[in-house]
């Protein structure tokens, strides 16, 4: 069974420079999760979908971060623009379903961003 | 005060020694709680989850919860280099199934 699959694995833009990144779940997991890594810290929830639906969005910081599942499949996470404190890797997870007790979340590789 | 707190470490064990590894939880409706491993520049993977008071074992792992002290921890046995890495504890609330991330604790194993 292929994993979670993100791309680009490694970014370095300026400040004020946008980016997006990409992710590809599990075959037929429903949920999609987004979390900022910050070096040295836990991952902490961007935003949750359940197929194509947002079901949590409360800390994604959006006057410059917005996400899309159009499909229900891929996701894709823009910052637009970037600042300095967005440094982080950015990790996607998927899970069959929405109940965390019954349904393991596995996570991809990341896309380790550097904002100059 | 954080959600869920981790003493970042690195904690240093003995190849073969037990490894113990506490964390702390703010929020009383918290309902499930997790383990995470996370090897430096991997993405974490899941090694425990526990839900009920008391101890549950998997091979060389033992999580233990109280929910009356608020403190859920991981024993490692018999601890190898391989285990070093940063371990992640996670906890859900009662009303949804979000994770909520402590800052992870570091183990270093010498061999």
């Known amino acids: 069974e292929a994993g979670v699959a993100q791309s680009p694995r490694y970014k370095i833009i300026e400040k004020r420079q946008s980016v997006a990144f990409w992710c590809n779940p599990i075959?037929?997991?429903?949920?999609l999760y987004w979390y900022q890594q910050i070096l040295g810290q836990g991952p902490k929830l961007l935003i949750q979908?359940?197929?194509?639906?947002?079901?949590?969005d409360s800390q994604l910081p959006k006057d410059r971060f917005s996400a899309e599942r159009l499909k229900g499949v891929d996701s894709t996470l823009k910052i637009q623009p970037a600042k300095l404190e967005d440094s982080a890797v950015y990790l996607c997870?998927?899970?069959?379903?929405?109940?965390?007790?019954?349904?393991?979340?596995?996570f991809g590789p990341g896309t380790r961003l550097t904002v100059l | 005060q954080k959600e869920v707190e981790q003493n970042s470490g690195p904690l240093s064990v003995p190849e073969g020694a037990i490894a113990s590894l506490n964390c702390t939880y703010s929020d009383r409706g918290s309902q499930s709680f997790f383990w995470y491993r996370q090897y430096s520049g991997k993405s974490p993977e899941l090694i425990m989850s526990i839900y009920s008071n008391g101890d549950k074992e998997d091979g060389r792992f033992t999580a233990q919860l109280n929910k009356a002290s608020q403190y859920v921890s991981l024993l490692i046995r018999d601890s190898q280099p391989s285990d070093s890495a940063t371990y992640l504890c996670?906890?859900?609330?009662?009303?949804?199934?979000?994770?909520?991330f402590g800052g992870g604790t570091r183990v270093l194993v010498k061999p």
């Open positions: 075959s037929g997991h429903a949920t």
């Open positions: 979908f359940q197929n194509n639906g947002v079901v949590d």
């Open positions: 996670a906890d859900t609330k009662a009303a949804g199934n979000k994770l909520t």
């Open positions: 997870a998927s899970s069959l379903g929405a109940s965390l007790t019954t349904d393991t979340q596995y």
